[in-house]
């Protein structure tokens, strides 16, 4: 249980502070759905008592944190990267429509 705190907190913390818009437009929808829209993530963290997973994408440089809870999307993080803000970067990772 303690390797999976300190994982949680770890991948929270590594996706830093600054989101931007064009990614937070995705709190509240289903996970699901962004899937659909951006495919599987790259990594990430479940933490099953709790019902809260961390899935992780990663394009270029640019790294989103999506934290969710029972399939729901509570919180999208980015590292606050440049990189997040490239155009290529946002056709491959889509708000939702």
Sequence with gaps: MRLVTCLLTAAVLLGGCASLEHYTAWEGHSRETLVRSWGTPNGGVDVAKSG??????????????????????????????WSCNAADVAKRLPPPE
């Design 52 to 81: 809260v997973s961390i899935s992780t994408y990663q394009r270029n440089l640019c790294r989103v944190n999506i934290i969710e809870r029972n399939g729901m999307i509570e919180e999208v993080r980015t590292n606050g990267d």
